[in-house]
């Protein structure tokens, strides 16, 4: 048998005294520290250290409801008129293809636009009732010609798409399989905690189903962009292709629909969120009976009380959402609303910000009578407003910052608000239309990275002279349709200048 030397046994000792915590670190050394320590406690074995449990038996469970989805959508053309009109061919081009190479590769004899291409997109959903009803995520089958679902099994049915809404990011589909198909269900309550486990399952990427695991590491929360938004924040990971994905607790039920990340560099960072249950259960009976969301309508456009406004107007704190402008034949107007108006509670419940009362409003049902508690010249007055129905049309500037069509600049993480010069709020614009200008910028998006800030005014969109965030759309639009891989957009900023160019997704 073999023996230790007394410098090997000192090294032992120290090691496992080490691996216990019992020697001090400052003072008298290895002597004193062995004089302390009186009993020493074995270490434990490692089959008893790992104390959290496995997350297979969740997995297993869920997968089987879990699909992944292809979209195809609208082809565009490879190369349009307008980038070859006006241009000669090179002569290596001749030399290498010939005379004919417009006619042989699609163009017509004046270069006009060549071979019609289709995109394609990748994403994940989850099956909620076993006669093929599907939930994802709605930016991803937004403008698609034909949705694939392919099931746990590897089969692909055609999807018919029952309704998207973009204001949560959900929608949801319908297939026709045959038979029963598994399901899983949301979580029946809202108990959902800052700390629980929770796990993300989808396709990330395209590479097949995946799960990843973390925590929920906040609530409520928003980008800033959609007042709607009222977010979980969880740190599994969520990347490209996850979207529309269950995240589900460890009894299996889904508390939140996979939507985006916040990232700088567009990888994920442990900064996803999840649309909760709460608000996609809401929204999914919507869907499956109406085809859309039915949701409240006031009338009115809102913006943030700052530090300044309520200065201003002699209010004590900054809760509340001022009135904007007030919309015509809305409730607001029969109501009595007006602009500056602050409205500070509905039905005695405190509004605490825009997104809050955006939200209260909406979950309103048409024709409910609603109570207003409004801040007009230093005092308090209650209104009363017959809350309607926000059909397609209001609903692009249905109760939220910004109104009008702000939502089509989502993908950027823009939200704009168009500014009237001719109430002398705006800048002087060709033809006195107005202004544009940046009124919220999502964190990690691509306007963040590409350095635009609230305040921001758009002057031009593609060279050509903006005043209103109908021409802004129409003109990301038309260089879209022109099969550009970006916008240009000129910035202004304290009487200073810039074009910033805006990428198009590619799925």
Same mark, same amino acid.
Request: aromatic share 4%; glycine share 12%.
């Given at each position: 048998?073999?023996?230790?030397?007394? =410098?090997?046994? %000192?090294?032992?000792?120290?090691?496992?005294?080490?691996? !216990?915590?019992?020697?001090? !670190?400052?003072?008298?050394?290895?002597?004193?520290?062995?004089?302390?320590?009186?009993?020493?406690?074995?270490?434990?074995?490692?089959?008893?250290? +790992?104390?959290?449990?496995?997350?297979?038996?969740?997995?297993?469970?869920?997968?089987?409801?879990?699909?992944?989805?292809?979209?195809?959508?609208?082809?565009?053309? &490879?190369?349009?008129?307008?980038?070859?009109?006006?241009?000669?061919?090179?002569?290596?081009?001749? %030399?290498?293809?010939?005379?004919?190479?417009?006619?042989?590769? #699609?163009?017509?004899?004046?270069?006009?636009?060549?071979?019609?291409?289709?995109?394609?997109?990748?994403?994940?959903?989850?099956?909620?009732? &076993?006669?093929?009803?599907?939930?994802?995520?709605?930016?991803?089958?937004?403008?698609?010609?034909?949705?694939?679902?392919?099931?746990?099994?590897?089969?692909?049915?055609?999807?018919?798409?029952? #309704?998207? *809404?973009?204001?949560?990011?959900?929608? !949801?589909?319908? /297939? $026709?399989?045959?038979?029963?198909?598994?399901?899983?269900?949301?979580?029946?309550?809202?108990?959902?905690?800052?700390?629980?486990?929770?796990?993300?399952?989808?396709?990330?990427?395209?590479?097949?189903?995946?799960?990843?695991? #973390?925590?929920?590491?906040?609530?409520?929360?928003?980008?800033?962009?959609?007042?709607?938004?009222?977010?979980?924040?969880?740190?599994?990971?969520?990347?490209?292709?996850?979207?529309?994905?269950?995240?589900?607790?460890?009894?299996?039920?889904?508390?939140?629909?996979?939507?985006?990340?916040?990232?700088?560099?567009?990888?994920? /960072?442990?900064?996803?969120?999840?649309?909760?249950?709460?608000?996609?259960?809401?929204?999914?009976?919507?869907?499956?009976?109406?085809?859309?969301?039915?949701?409240?309508?006031?009338?009115?456009?809102?913006?943030?009380?700052?530090?300044?406004?309520?200065?201003?107007?002699? +209010?004590?704190?900054?809760?509340?959402?001022?009135?904007?402008?007030?919309?015509? @034949?809305?409730?607001?107007?029969?109501?009595?609303?007006?602009?500056?108006?602050?409205?500070?509670?509905?039905?005695?419940?405190?509004?605490?910000?825009?997104?809050?009362?955006?939200?209260?409003?909406?979950?309103?049902?048409?024709?409910?009578?609603?109570?207003?508690?409004?801040?007009?010249?230093?005092?308090?007055?209650?209104?009363?407003?017959?809350?309607?129905?926000?059909?397609?049309?209001?609903?692009?500037?249905?109760?939220?910052?910004?109104? *009008?069509?702000?939502?089509?600049?989502?993908?950027?993480?823009?939200?704009? @608000?168009?500014?009237?010069? =001719?109430?002398?709020?705006?800048?002087?614009?060709?033809?006195?239309?107005?202004?544009?200008?940046?009124?919220?910028?999502?964190?990690?998006?691509?306007?963040?990275?590409?350095?635009?800030?609230?305040?921001?005014?758009?002057?031009?969109? *593609?060279?050509?002279? /903006?005043?209103?965030?109908?021409?802004?759309? $129409?003109?990301? $639009?038309?260089?879209?349709?022109?099969?550009?891989?970006?916008?240009?957009?000129?910035?202004?900023?304290?009487?200073? $200048? %810039?074009?910033?160019?805006?990428?198009?997704?590619?799925?």
């Amino acid at each position: 048998m073999s023996t230790l030397s007394p =410098q090997r046994k %000192r090294t032992v000792i120290v090691a496992a005294l080490a691996g !216990l915590g019992m020697i001090a !670190l400052a003072g008298g050394g290895l002597a004193s520290s062995l004089k302390t320590a009186t009993a020493v406690t074995p270490p434990m074995p490692v089959d008893q250290m +790992l104390v959290a449990p496995s997350l297979a038996g969740v997995v297993e469970a869920v997968s089987p409801a879990v699909v992944s989805i292809e979209v195809m959508h609208k082809a565009k053309p &490879a190369f349009t008129s307008q980038q070859w009109r006006g241009r000669d061919l090179p002569e290596h081009f001749k %030399r290498f293809f010939g005379e004919d190479f417009a006619e042989r590769f #699609g163009f017509t004899p004046d270069f006009g636009p060549g071979p019609m291409r289709p995109r394609g997109g990748i994403g994940s959903g989850f099956v909620v009732d &076993a006669d093929g009803y599907i939930v994802t995520s709605n930016h991803v089958i937004a403008g698609a010609e034909t949705v694939t679902v392919i099931l746990d099994d590897g089969i692909r049915l055609d999807a018919e798409i029952v #309704g998207g *809404d973009k204001r949560t990011d959900l929608a !949801l589909l319908k /297939v $026709e399989s045959g038979e029963p198909l598994p399901t899983v269900n949301f979580a029946a309550d809202d108990s959902t905690r800052v700390g629980d486990w929770v796990v993300a399952i989808g396709n990330p990427f395209g590479v097949g189903k995946t799960a990843t695991f #973390g925590i929920v590491s906040a609530r409520a929360r928003g980008t800033g962009v959609n007042p709607y938004e009222d977010h979980l924040q969880i740190d599994a990971p969520i990347n490209s292709g996850n979207s529309g994905g269950p995240t589900v607790n460890l009894h299996g039920e889904v508390i939140g629909v996979n939507t985006s990340i916040v990232s700088p560099s567009g990888g994920n /960072v442990g900064i996803g969120f999840a649309v909760p249950a709460a608000t996609a259960t809401t929204v999914i009976d919507d869907l499956k009976a109406h085809g859309r969301v039915m949701r409240g309508w006031l009338g009115v456009h809102i913006q943030p009380v700052t530090e300044d406004i309520a200065a201003s107007l002699g +209010l004590e704190g900054t809760e509340g959402a001022i009135v904007a402008r007030v919309q015509p @034949e809305s409730p607001a107007e029969a109501a009595g609303l007006e602009q500056g108006d602050v409205i500070t509670a509905v039905d005695q419940v405190p509004v605490d910000d825009t997104r809050t009362l955006s939200q209260t409003i909406a979950a309103i049902d048409a024709g409910t009578p609603a109570a207003l508690t409004v801040w007009r010249d230093g005092q308090f007055i209650e209104l009363t407003a017959a809350i309607a129905n926000a059909t397609p049309a209001k609903e692009a500037s249905a109760d939220m910052p910004g109104g *009008d069509e702000a939502g089509r600049l989502d993908t950027f993480g823009l939200r704009l @608000e168009n500014i009237d010069s =001719q109430s002398g709020d705006g800048a002087d614009m060709e033809g006195g239309s107005g202004a544009v200008v940046v009124a919220g910028v999502a964190p990690g998006s691509t306007a963040h990275r590409k350095g635009v800030r609230p305040g921001d005014t758009i002057v031009s969109v *593609d060279k050509e002279p /903006v005043g209103s965030i109908a021409e802004v759309n $129409e003109r990301i $639009e038309a260089a879209q349709g022109d099969g550009r891989e970006a916008v240009l957009m000129l910035m202004s900023r304290d009487g200073s $200048e %810039r074009f910033v160019a805006f990428p198009f997704a590619t799925s």
